[in-house]
């Protein structure tokens, strides 16, 4: 009797809480702040195994042999071999191909990775129609919950075959929370500031950066199994909160939108500007999986790296894309609301920043010479471009159609899910090799990608509301009117 009433009163308090919250910070800063946590848990999901793995690695080679391959066949010491005499150039040499084969670390975090990728593949089209039905922010705040909870059984399957059942699950539901994120940002999110909540989704990339610093500290500190411990801790106190200050206000007050069940799938399987956001994402998926599982080891097998540099370069860049993507958002909100330009045009114009640039410095790495800390800031401008997507193809699948947004982004996440996975096997196929023009054949074929698609999105794309949303429904273009939010009502 005493448990129940001291539940109670605690309930009562943090239904007090929340309302100071929402009077003192704001109910839309509510929502943007657990959107944020929200999507930093599932990229730390997302990167966990791998930094477990190396964090425990053990080498198949010591260093020694290490430096030996180093000093024998990488092109920093082959092909730029300083001469001898000041009046001789460098001399070309011919470079043969030598591999290092995968380590059992290496293929092991392959099978992990691919097996969430599945998993990211599967989820989004049917997520978007569940979320339809029983409401988006049940949806996404499940999803965060369930993909960091099940981490909790994986000191018990470590590297066992319900080890990557348990990642193909984790990609399940991290692959249904996008959707359910856009249905949020158009139900509750004001039109003017809608880029801008979308580029928060860029918040995963501070969860890859998380857990790969303060991740592998905490595995040499504490052992692996205690990662896992944190990551279902975090994600059970985030839902608590999830569910007591949003979702428990928001699920009863949804505006007809969101109860739209007549999807037109005919008109939307044949519309353009839907399929080229998703090829959009293709490329910028591929030119991210380039950029995330190749440059560090091609800075260390070509040009001899430093391997104690490999968490700097592989997390730190991630927190310059969370920023470009912000910052992309808010530029593109301002420029869509004073009337500079029409929302289709502001949509390509991203579009061509998070793809052409990149394209050029994915090009240009594999041809930047004897000194790898050109490649190594070409690969973190490159990444801090790729932001701009989110600003650009992302908003472009709520832009068409308000009323099925989540349903559109599931097409576009499946398709750059896809498009990921195929990035990964390409890539992977040239990271244990020393020579220098395969690598930049991967990187050749990763600017292509990102070319031909941002040429189809620069062709098809749209940011107008398309005829089979529901006709008359919402003007095609957003007027510069100040309008009451429905969130600030709700939350209140």
Known sequence: MDLSATIK?????????????????????????????GFILCGIVEQSASVALRANRTASYSAEEFAEYVENTSYITRYCQAPINKSETHIVRSIPHIEIPMSRTDETEAVLRE?????????????????????????????????????????????????????????????????AAHMIAVTWIKPKHVSTFISLYAA???????????????????????????????????????????????????????EHRNLPWRRLLMSKPAWSCGIAVVGSQWADATLMLG???????????????????????????????????????????????????????VVYFSHFPPAALLFVLGYTGCDPTAPAALYTAALAMTGATSAGAYSSAADIAPNFAGTVFGLCQTVG????LAANYTVSEGLHGSFAGWWRLVFGVSSAVLLSTAAFFMAFGSGSVQDWNA??????????????????????
Request: aromatic share 12%; hydrophobic share 50%; net charge neutral.
């Open 417 to 420: 899910a896809a498009g990921l």
């Open 204 to 258: 995963v990339n501070i969860g890859y950066a998380i857990v790969g610093i303060l991740g592998t500290i905490l595995v040499h500190s504490l052992g692996r199994d205690w990662l896992s411990y944190v990551i279902s801790g975090s994600a059970f106190i985030w839902y608590f909160f999830w569910w007591r200050f949003i979702e428990e206000s928001l699920q009863y007050n949804h505006p007809k939108r969101d």
């Open 9 to 37: 009163r605690g309930s009562i308090q943090v239904q007090k809480a929340a309302k100071v919250v929402n009077n003192q910070i704001g109910s839309t800063q509510v929502l943007i702040i657990f959107i944020v946590c």
């Open 295 to 349: 440059v560090t080891k091609y800075l260390k097998l070509v040009y001899g790296f430093s391997t104690e540099y490999d968490d700097v370069l592989q997390y730190l860049p991630h927190i310059g894309h969370f920023f470009s993507a912000i910052t992309f958002g808010i530029v593109i909100d301002h420029i869509r609301l004073s009337g500079m330009v029409s929302t289709t045009t502001s949509r390509k114009l």
């Open 115 to 179: 097996a969430f990728m599945w998993g990211t593949l599967v989820s989004p089209l049917a997520a978007s129609r569940i979320a339809a039905r029983v409401g988006a922010e049940r949806l996404f705040g499940v999803g965060v919950l369930s993909a960091g909870v099940i981490a909790i059984m994986v000191p018990a399957s470590w590297l066992t075959p319900c080890h990557v059942i348990i990642r193909i699950i984790q990609g399940i539901f991290m692959g249904a929370i996008w959707p």
């Open 471 to 492: 006709p008359g429904d919402i003007q095609p273009e957003m007027e510069a009117v100040e309008e009451p939010s429905r969130l600030e009502s709700v939350l209140e």
